[in-house]
């Protein structure tokens, strides 16, 4: 099945550095989503994107949708270290079922 | 409260015996599906459903069942359960096939 290619695979920070982190699909995309995973858990939403260029943000997150509807990006702002986690991107053609990256493990170093 | 949820959260079984994680949602969303979650392979979809009496395969649909016959519940069936099925498991669901709800996961080791 398709896979989004999602960068970087993994990140250690500083604590208070900002974080950016990508994905790239070679289909279009409808909706870009945005998902964090903590340990033991399951991937909780955090970004919702469905408009091409558009630019939400969630507290210290922002996320964009790409112009060409095929890449979004999400930053994450001075970092602490309850950022710990694995970010994952996904993408949806409206018809189609919800593709995702492999994730980016982020680490925090306090 | 709005919720997902699975069982068991842990389970621990042999080749071959038949086994069902259940899947139960309380939000009315018409979507469910189920994925596992292996190191480096990230999310993959095993099954999916639009709706009651509605399933459809997903990425990896080798070795699983599902079933919808009730819109809250999505079980997961392995028949014949084998140690290349050892997995992270979730489910969700949702109004739409995107912005998926997930449980909390369900991690299988078949010996």
């Known amino acids: 099945g398709q896979q989004l290619n999602q960068s970087p695979q993994s990140m250690f920070i500083q604590e208070g550095e900002d974080v950016s982190m990508n994905c790239t699909s070679s289909?279009?995309?409808?909706?870009w989503l945005w998902y964090k995973q903590d340990p033991g858990e399951g991937p909780v939403l955090l970004i919702a994107l469905y408009k091409a260029g558009e630019l939400t943000s969630n507290g210290r997150l922002t996320a964009q949708f790409g112009i060409t509807r095929k890449d979004s990006f999400l930053n994450i702002s001075a970092s602490i270290p309850s950022d710990v986690g694995i970010y994952f991107c996904a993408g949806s053609s409206g018809n189609t079922p919800l593709v995702f990256g492999k994730g980016t493990r982020l680490s925090v170093i306090a | 409260e709005a919720q997902v949820t699975q069982n068991p959260r842990y389970l621990i079984t042999v080749t071959g015996k038949k086994l069902t994680v259940t899947c139960s949602q309380n939000m009315n969303h018409e979507y469910m599906s189920w994925y596992r979650q292996d190191p480096g392979l990230g999310l993959r979809q095993i099954y999916y459903s639009m709706n009651v009496e509605v399933t459809d395969k997903g990425d990896v649909p080798e070795g699983y069942k599902v079933s919808r016959k009730e819109k809250r519940n999505f079980p997961l069936i392995l028949e014949s359960p084998s140690p290349n099925q050892t997995s992270l498991y979730f489910c969700a669901s949702s109004r739409a096939q995107e912005t998926q709800y997930f449980g909390p996961g369900t991690r299988l080791l078949v010996l």
């Open positions: 289909s279009i995309f409808n909706t």
